[in-house]
Nanobody, 126 residues
Framework: QGQLVESGGGLVQPGGSLRLSCVASGVFLAHYTVGWFRQAPGKEREGIAC????????YYADSVKGRFGISRDNAKDTVYLQMNDLKEEDTATYYC???????????????????RGQGTQVTVAS
């Protein structure tokens, strides 16, 4: 049974940085396009970044463009989200999922061989 596990969340001051990791087990993650999503209490889920398995294309939502960077290490079955210049409005639960990465959006896959992690909490506060 495959799964994705996120780590790297925590409490950080505004302007700080965090790097989230999405590690796969039982899943050959190199074959998958992977996205990062976040959801804050009372707000809708937001797809913020993705990286394609085929050509390495990256998408970023306007809310994080220029501050966040997505990358992958296929040898480690891991996708990263580097988050810089964090703002209070970035506070949310962040999770990774196998996804569809479009030029202007990212959507989680919902098929029988798609995977989603449980999430890691990021809190930005002074």
């Amino acid at each position: 049974q495959g799964q994705l596990v996120e780590s790297g969340g925590g409490l950080v001051q505004p302007g700080g940085s965090l790097r989230l990791s999405c590690v796969a087990s039982g899943v050959f993650l190199a074959h998958y396009t992977v996205g990062w999503f976040r959801q804050a209490p009372g707000k809708e889920r937001e797809g913020i970044a993705c990286i394609r398995s085929t050509d390495g294309f990256r998408y970023y939502a306007d809310s994080v463009k220029g501050r966040f960077g997505i990358s992958r290490d296929n040898a480690k079955d891991t996708v990263y989200l580097q988050m810089n210049d964090l703002k209070e409005e970035d506070t949310a639960t962040y999770y990774c999922a196998t996804s569809f990465c479009n030029p202007d959006s990212v959507e989680p896959g919902t098929g029988p061989y798609d995977y989603r992690g449980q999430g890691t909490q990021v809190t930005v506060a002074s």
